[in-house]
């Protein structure tokens, strides 16, 4: 009897523990859940706040025109020329926080409903149908929708990210342009802003003129830029800097196509970050100095400024001028990396280290067992001047050389190397 009764209040026990468990658990469990809501409503009103913060800074920092519709939305402005179906610029902020996001791509491209007149829409750069397999075939208009203020620079904030895809940041690019050099810029300009922890502000746009062709079969006949232009400022460190791309598929490294932001504003008729200090803004605007913007490597160097050339010398992006010429030209740049094969061929990089070497000067074995010095190991770092063909190899271009006198060491003066 004793035995029973204690199992009893055992059992009784136990149910009792284990109700009380698992409300318990229940109750944990509810508080996890009502915490990560509240996190998850933090969280969106701290994107707010980061939101309209950008968006006063943008209206602060001035728009470079008003000629057109002022559009502004949570994370970017621009100005909607409907003679044209498409915006004459869009400025946005590259926040610090894009090194931290991870918002995918959305794809929701659409009219913008903050323009009057109305957007370019899909038909205006491809229709859809479907076949007798009931599979959509796409019937392309020969250009993609290419981003001016890229989606990728707002990959922190979902909001932004979808409103980068309204068709009034839309402007129709060649493939090859759009995939390629332009997206390579775009992803220069923001691994600059997060290796320097800063925020950038950029505008970027095409050139707008009478002349421009137009997709015939699309509904609006979009205007097809013949160039895009993309200014940015840092105000932190106080640089700036612009890029003038044709709408073509660009082989050229990404300096080459460097402007400052003054000959860019004569091109477009457009005054860039017109509220910022006037003092400094007539100095940003310019120069041209590229150091640090397109994604170098520690020990690239600049392209050498033709201003401190001699007249018959040119640096390794003006380079890309002479490709094919078969014309002898002397050109110019800092040694920032060498290498010797084991079957003895060197190689000299000039700016621009390996995997992104621009200029490669190419000394095959038989020829560098002439060289009074290990060319490899005396050349390293310095500023040196080669005469000779430019050709234009799978990667980059490069330059044959044959003899110790094709090189020569320069100084700041800048000496002559040619015969």
């Known amino acids: 009897m004793k035995k029973w009764v204690i199992l009893m209040v055992f059992s009784i026990g136990l149910q009792v523990y284990s109700q009380s468990t698992s409300e318990k658990i229940y109750n944990l469990e509810q508080d996890i859940s009502n915490f990560q809501d509240s996190v998850v409503a933090l969280n969106s009103q701290v994107d707010s706040l980061k939101l309209l913060e950008i968006a006063a800074g943008l209206q602060k920092m001035g728009w470079p025109g008003t000629t057109g519709q002022i559009v502004q939305h949570s994370a970017m402005a621009l100005s909607y020329h409907e003679k044209y179906e498409m915006a004459s610029w869009v400025a946005h902020v590259i926040s610090r926080e894009v090194a931290y996001g991870n918002t995918s791509r959305t794809n929701d491209f659409r009219q913008d409903p903050l323009v009057i007149t109305g957007t370019a829409v899909e038909a205006d750069y491809f229709v859809t149908s479907l076949d007798e397999n009931k599979k959509t075939v796409y019937d392309g208009f020969g250009y993609d929708r290419g981003h001016l203020a890229p989606s990728a620079d707002f990959r922190w904030s979902p909001?932004?990210?979808?409103?980068?895809?309204?068709?009034?940041?839309?402007?129709?690019?060649?493939?090859?342009?759009?995939?390629?050099?332009?997206?390579?810029?775009?992803?220069?300009?923001?691994?600059?802003?997060?290796?320097?922890?800063?925020?950038?502000?950029?505008?970027?746009?095409?050139?707008?003129?009478?002349?421009?062709?137009?997709?015939e079969k699309g509904i609006n006949k979009v205007v097809i830029p013949k160039y895009f232009y993309k200014v940015v400022l840092d105000t932190a460190n106080l640089k700036a800097i612009g890029f003038l791309m044709p709408n073509e598929a660009c082989s050229k490294p990404l300096e080459f196509y460097s402007k400052s932001i003054d000959e860019i504003e004569e091109l477009t008729g457009l005054d860039f970050f017109p509220n910022f200090n006037p003092v400094e803004i007539d100095s940003l605007e310019s120069g041209v100095k590229t150091t640090g913007w397109v994604g170098e490597l520690e020990g690239d160097y600049a392209a050498l400024n033709p201003t401190v050339l001699r007249k018959h010398q040119i640096n390794t992006i003006q380079a890309y001028d002479y490709v094919g010429k078969n014309k002898n030209v002397e050109v110019c740049g800092t040694v920032s990396g060498t290498h010797k094969s084991k079957k003895g061929n060197v190689f000299i990089n000039l700016d621009k280290q390996f995997p992104n070497a621009v200029f490669t000067l190419t000394i095959w074995s038989r020829e560098a067992e002439n060289f009074s010095y290990p060319p490899e190991v005396d050349l390293k770092s310095k500023r040196v001047c080669a005469y000779g063909k430019v050709t234009r190899g799978s990667k980059n271009l490069e330059m044959n050389i044959q003899s110790e006198k094709q090189i020569i060491v320069i100084e700041d003066d800048t000496e002559s190397n040619s015969p």
Do not use: K
């Not at 068709?167 to 129709?172: A, G, I, V």
């Open 159 to 215: 909001i932004a990210l979808s409103e980068s895809y309204y068709y009034s940041n839309m402007s129709p690019q060649v493939a090859e342009f759009n995939r390629e050099a332009w997206a390579n810029l775009e992803a220069g300009i923001r691994q600059y802003a997060i290796q320097n922890d800063v925020n950038l502000f950029v505008v970027t746009g095409p050139v707008l003129t009478e002349d421009l062709p137009r997709i």
